[in-house]
Nanobody, 126 residues
Framework: QRQLVESGGGSVQAGGSLRLSCAVS????????MGWFRQAPGKDREGVAS????????YYGDSVKGRFTISRDNTKNTLYLQMNNLNPDDTAVYSC???????????????????WGQGTQVTVSS
């Protein structure tokens, strides 16, 4: 059974940090695009960061460049998102996703991904 399970969300004050994890099971982790996405209430899902797990190719949304870092541990089939200098605009449900072929609209487009986790809430207070 294919599963993506996020953890590490929570509440933090502006300027703080969180690290999200996404444990992947039931599908090949290596040589696959993996991504982090977020959705705030009333807004569209937004691509935050993505990585090609076969190499160290990473991509970031403009709003998080320099603050967030995506990484992966291929031995643990786990994806990470280190989030630093958080601000209230980062408040959202964060989900990890895995590509499985099909339509390609770029590494930060939700439509490029097939498997999704349930998400974890991140709340940043001012």
């Amino acid at each position: 059974q294919r599963q993506l399970v996020e953890s590490g969300g929570g509440s933090v004050q502006a300027g703080g940090s969180l690290r999200l994890s996404c444990a992947v099971s039931g599908l090949t982790f290596i040589n696959r695009y993996m991504g982090w996405f977020r959705q705030a209430p009333g807004k569209d899902r937004e691509g935050v960061a993505s990585i090609y797990t076969g190499e160290d190719m990473t991509y970031y949304g403009d709003s998080v460049k320099g603050r967030f870092t995506i990484s992966r541990d291929n031995t643990k089939n786990t994806l990470y998102l280190q989030m630093n200098n958080l601000n209230p605009d980062d408040t959202a449900v964060y989900s990890c996703a895995a590509r499985n072929g099909g339509i390609w609209n770029g590494p930060l487009s939700p439509s490029s991904y097939f498997y999704w986790g349930q998400g974890t809430q991140v709340t940043v207070s001012s």
